[in-house]
């Protein structure tokens, strides 16, 4: 955005946790801030939303009620939106080091042309914040030659809110928090996570007519609310609508609940805003009114699932295993924020018990699955009453008045055509019609916007509307000719994309493949189950890899088989792992910090490189291999070190990794140049397969130097290589450096970074394995030449590192 160019150019966004300029969409009503900012000066920044953007004023003194008192407001950057939610430590060093507050936030209203008062330097207008009400003006002053215009005068007008003290030296803390500004110094040693991504798509429920059963699905309860998405970092927090909508400011009391229980750890919610009575109930309708005048309501927002914790994304994990870790951190957490809890099965139990206790209905999902963010029939919904969303197209009125509203006309998108879909006449309180009234002053049209334009009744006129508005329409059943019976208006759904509003109907497709899935694992379990090394496998015929087609239970027995070969380079070595639960051709994520689902897994609490403490995790045996494979695991990757001596690793991997295109000859001529420095050196090295387009050499050490001298050596040999023949290799990993060479990847040999384990699966087409070899195959084997069949043959045979842990060289 060119108005934040001078706002982006002084801020380093790896160091400081301000926002970066992203887009938002933006909001019918203005927002103002004041922040309080300890930076060189004591001063407060004034803040107020403009055309995309926040014009700000740096206050010295701060505002003041006084009307004698003229506050200089000197003139500073536009600030992105997202800087209104921004309280916490600035670095010292970075522009505007130091502590900032959320002193006072709220509504502002222009009482002229803001473009013409920005330029004539006269800008007067209405706050409605928590602290700061009433008329308000900013005065410019004029300029000496030769300097800019950038020193405003920031004055109270006279109202009923004057004082004659300035009225804001007894605030001193933050209206989002709480917190002093000693607290909030105080408070912002801890490390600053980011989330892993911005923005996501929902994940959305298909409409169907049965339950299927088994414990393979998980019900919730259905609400009826707005679809909330929370974006948590440190000390902000975003509120934003499935359509992108920043709807933080309309629940600032969430939005505060949720800062202080998240205690400044980030996090990405995925839940349902509503208004719940007595006995748990959702009402949309109070929702409506609530939006209109948030007093006296009980707001709740409802949280189903956890999308990403600390800085790792979780949408690639099952759903089982972020409930779990959601239902955990939620232990504590304000009333206000609730766990939506779930029931294993009895899908329609659960329904028929939901539709006497006169809910919406229920929602039900996969355990398994992982968070798409599409309609794919891994979340499923079932309804209690028929009711949905639908466009109003028009409302009709009868010649007998000349205001209100009679009925709507409602209509839904097939395509890009909107289709009449019948008329809601029943509803519509004398509220909703003057809220309705509103809506459609600018809406009106000549034209229909329908496909085919309903018929006006007698003694009634149409008025037609641009196709803009979405509203919740509860009804009986549809008729014959595709039209509504009954429908009574329930609210508008200012949160929906109108062109999105098709015509729910239950999936047969959806239905066929839940009810498949549900007799599948019923004869499961009431014949043999599959149990490996203790461990109950779940969907062994899921295909992992396409061609050739090897499912989940060739992969498990293939760990099974390898693991006696496989262990002594994988047990008691912190791991991470590359997870496909669906397969290769679906998502797959790399995961170093152990789930919630421990089975067959060691946890284990160390420094991280920055020293704070992490939770990350290792296998001891053969359940531990099986345990992740059940879970979708296809690659496992180690730390060059054993838990036992973390700080003095073992193990030394060179990944000789040559450009798109290069000659496989040059690549084996790489591996024969590297074995050939590191005999020079006496050093014994082994040789592999990675699985992909290069080899690695393996080289075995006595555990007794630190990472650093480990990791430099590893650097000294690739650099060596560089030197002598510097046409062939780098050891430069920017990819502007590699043109026609090998990078001899030394990188993996620090503390914290993995390499692929010997006899690990790759996640690749093909199902190629990571597979020791002799030096003298190097001529007839490829680097992606071995696969999981050939494999299992190769394990029969003499193991080329068999003496591996029998060396005894040491690095000094």
């Not at 506050?71 to 505007?96: M, S, T, W």
């Not at 679809?227 to 499935?242: D, K, Q, S």
């Not at 003095?648 to 060179?654: A, G, K, R, S, Y």
């Not at 650093?708 to 290589?721: P, T």
Request: net charge neutral.
């Amino acid at each position: 955005m060119a108005k934040l160019e001078e706002y982006n150019r002084k801020r380093n966004f790896e160091k400081t946790r301000e926002p970066e300029s992203i887009s938002e969409t933006p909001e019918e009503q203005l927002k103002f801030v004041v922040q309080h900012h300890i930076a060189r000066r004591d001063h407060f920044d004034f803040r107020l939303e403009w055309d995309g953007v926040l014009l700000s004023w740096a206050v010295p003194k701060g505002p003041s009620y006084n009307i004698r008192d003229k506050r200089l407001a000197v003139q500073v950057e536009d600030h992105p939106l997202e800087y209104r939610n921004f309280e916490g430590l600035i670095p010292k060093g970075e522009y505007g080091g130091g502590a900032v507050m959320l002193w006072d936030e709220g509504i502002w209203e222009p009482l002229s042309d803001v473009a013409e008062g920005l330029r004539t330097g006269s800008l007067k207008f209405v706050l409605k914040g928590r602290r700061l009400k009433g008329k308000w003006a900013l005065i410019r002053m004029k300029a000496k030659a030769g300097e800019a215009e950038k020193n405003w005068l920031l004055l109270k007008e006279k109202d009923e809110y004057a004082r004659v003290s300035d009225g804001i030296s007894e605030f001193t803390t933050s209206v989002r928090t709480g917190r002093t500004m000693k607290e909030i110094e105080a408070g912002t040693e801890q490390k600053f996570t980011r989330n892993p991504f911005t923005q996501t798509d929902v994940q959305l429920a298909q409409l169907v007519d049965t339950a299927p059963e088994g414990d393979e699905w998980l019900y919730e309860v259905k609400y009826d609310g707005y679809r909330i998405l929370a974006f948590l970092e440190g000390n902000r927090v975003r509120l934003m609508t499935r359509n992108g909508q920043n709807y933080t400011d309309r629940f600032p009391g969430i939005a505060s609940s949720l800062l202080d229980w998240a205690a400044g750890r980030a996090m990405v919610l995925d839940g349902e805003m509503a208004i719940t009575d007595t006995q748990g109930k959702t009402d949309f309708q109070a929702l409506q009114n609530y939006m209109r005048q948030p007093m006296g309501k009980n707001l709740t927002y409802i949280i189903f699932d956890l999308l990403a914790l600390d800085g790792e994304d979780l949408r690639g994990c099952r759903l089982i295993d972020r409930k779990e870790t959601l239902e955990v951190l939620m232990e504590n957490s304000p009333k206000e924020l609730h766990y939506s809890q779930h029931i294993r099965g009895n899908g329609k139990e659960n329904f028929l018990a939901a539709c006497r206790a006169d809910l919406e209905g229920i929602v039900g999902k996969k355990a398994d699955s992982v968070y798409s963010g599409t309609r794919n029939g891994d979340w499923i919904k079932l309804k209690c009453d028929k009711r949905q969303e639908f466009v109003i197209g028009g409302y009709t009125l009868s010649d007998k008045k000349t205001s209100g509203i009679s009925s709507l006309l409602l209509g839904v998108y097939e395509g890009e055509e909107l289709v009449y879909a019948g008329r809601a006449g029943t509803g519509l309180s004398a509220r909703s019609v003057t809220e309705l009234e509103k809506h459609f002053k600018d809406l009106k049209r000549d034209a229909s916007p329908f496909k085919h334009a309903p018929q006006a009744k007698n003694n009634e006129r149409i008025t037609w509307l641009d196709p803009q508005l979405v509203a919740e329409i509860k009804f009986a059943q549809w008729t014959q000719e595709n039209l509504l019976r009954q429908a009574s208006f329930k609210g508008l759904r200012t949160d929906k994309d109108p062109k999105k509003v098709r015509k729910e109907k239950a999936d047969e497709e959806v239905q066929r493949q839940a009810s498949a899935v549900d007799n599948k694992k019923t004869m499961q379990e009431s014949g043999n189950e599959l149990i490996i090394q203790g461990i109950k496998i779940t969907h062994p015929d899921k295909v992992m890899f396409d061609d050739p087609e090897i499912t989940k239970a060739d992969v498990i027995r293939y760990y099974e088989k390898v693991a006696a070969h496989m262990l002594p380079y994988v047990s008691h070595r912190i791991l991470s792992i590359v997870r496909c639960p669906k397969g290769i051709s679906q998502t797959c994520f790399f995961k170093k910090h152990p789930g919630t689902d421990n089975q067959g897994i060691v946890s284990v609490s160390i420094p991280a490189n920055d020293g704070e403490m992490e939770n990350y995790f290792y296998i001891e045996d053969a359940a531990g291999l099986i345990a992740e494979a059940q879970m979708g695991t296809l690659e496992f990757h180690t730390w060059g070190s054993r838990v036992e001596k973390l700080e003095t690793p073992d193990i030394m991997v060179f990944d000789l990794d040559p450009d798109e295109g290069m000659e496989l000859d040059k690549v084996r001529q790489g591996v024969m140049d590297l074995k050939s420095i590191l005999a020079e050196l006496s050093i014994n090295a082994y040789l592999k397969t990675s699985g992909g387009k290069g080899y690695h050499v393996v080289v075995p050490f006595k555990p007794t130097v630190s990472w650093d001298v480990f990791h430099d050596f590893a650097k000294r040999v690739a650099e060596v290589m560089e030197q002598k023949w510097p046409g062939r290799y780098t050891s430069n990993i920017r990819k502007d450096k590699r043109k026609n060479k090998i990078f001899i990847d030394w990188i993996r040999n620090g503390r914290g970074a993995t390499s692929i384990a010997p006899y690990s699966i790759r996640a690749r087409k093909g199902a190629k394995v990571s597979m020791p070899i002799a030096w003298d195959e190097l001529e007839t084997v490829a680097p992606d030449g071995i696969t999981m069949a050939d494999a299992l043959q190769r394990i029969g045979r003499s193991d080329p590192w068999k003496d591996f842990f029998q060396n005894k060289q040491a690095l000094k």
